[in-house]
């Protein structure tokens, strides 16, 4: 995922203290494990669009390492792609990557053609009308980075929830403010981990069964 300044439109993240500045000719994405490691890939400057940081995609990464490998992820407020690309690099069995501006959703295609990788699949729609459509197709991983102070968590975790977009036992990756607390989650969520940098809390849940459902 990326990090994108708010704005009155549907973007795809927030900006990121410390991220390195873009310039008129777009921005830069490294790999940072698996296949393609350290391998650079370039993005337009759509937005303000930053890559989630190396540090936070390593620490999720070690999080999901024993359930990355074969596994079909969603990473929806695509933007440059940082975190379906980098589980596609790891190992994962398919990446959809959904992102609204067209300028990057050409470019995800193209890296993704630079990559020589067919296992991941560019959408380019708004994350709230992708959604509210019934899930015909479940996925292990969801990752969701969203702008921040404009309440896409609260629209969007019901959902993925009710509209059967993960997996029961598969997981969901979500960034929030750190100075507002952690959205509410669903009955059948559970909290695995949690960690806080600078102004940027990032959580990983475990779907522990279907929503509706009793165990």
């Known amino acids: 995922m990326t990090r994108r300044k708010p704005s009155g439109q549907h973007l795809?993240?927030?900006p990121s203290k410390g991220a390195a500045k873009n310039t008129g000719a777009g921005g830069e994405l490294r790999i940072i494990g698996g296949d393609w490691r350290s391998r650079k890939l370039r993005f337009p400057d759509a937005g303000g669009v930053?890559?989630?940081p190396a540090r936070t995609r390593e620490t999720l990464f070690n999080w999901l390492s024993l359930h990355?490998?074969?596994?079909?992820?969603?990473?929806?407020?695509?933007?440059?792609?940082?975190?379906?690309?980098?589980?596609?690099?790891?190992g994962a069995g398919q990446a959809t990557l959904v992102d609204n501006n067209t300028a990057l959703a050409a470019a995800l295609r193209g890296n993704l053609r630079l990559l020589?990788?067919?296992?991941?699949?560019?959408?380019?729609?708004?994350?709230?009308?992708?959604?509210?459509?019934?899930s015909r197709h479940p996925f292990d991983?969801?990752?969701m980075d969203?702008?921040?102070?404009?309440?896409?968590?609260?629209?969007?975790?019901?959902?993925l929830n009710t509209q059967g977009w993960v997996k029961p036992g598969g997981w969901v990756y979500v960034?929030?403010?750190?100075?507002?607390?952690?959205?509410?989650?669903?009955?059948?969520?559970?909290?695995?981990?949690?960690?806080?940098?600078?102004?940027?809390?990032?959580?990983?849940?475990?779907?522990?069964?279907?929503?509706?459902?009793?165990?």
């Open 12 to 14: 795809s993240s927030k």
């Open 50 to 52: 930053r890559p989630t």
């Open 68 to 90: 990355i490998a074969g596994s079909d992820c969603l990473d929806l407020f695509a933007g440059s792609g940082a975190l379906g690309l980098e589980a596609l690099s790891r």
């Open 116 to 134: 020589g990788s067919e296992a991941g699949t560019v959408i380019c729609a708004n994350v709230d009308t992708y959604l509210s459509q019934r």
């Open 141 to 143: 991983i969801i990752f």
């Open 146 to 159: 969203p702008p921040f102070h404009q309440g896409w968590l609260t629209t969007l975790i019901p959902l």
């Open 175 to 215: 960034e929030h403010e750190s100075d507002l607390p952690s959205p509410a989650a669903p009955a059948n969520w559970q909290l695995h981990r949690q960690k806080t940098a600078g102004q940027v809390t990032y959580c990983l849940y475990r779907v522990v069964q279907a929503a509706g459902r009793s165990e």
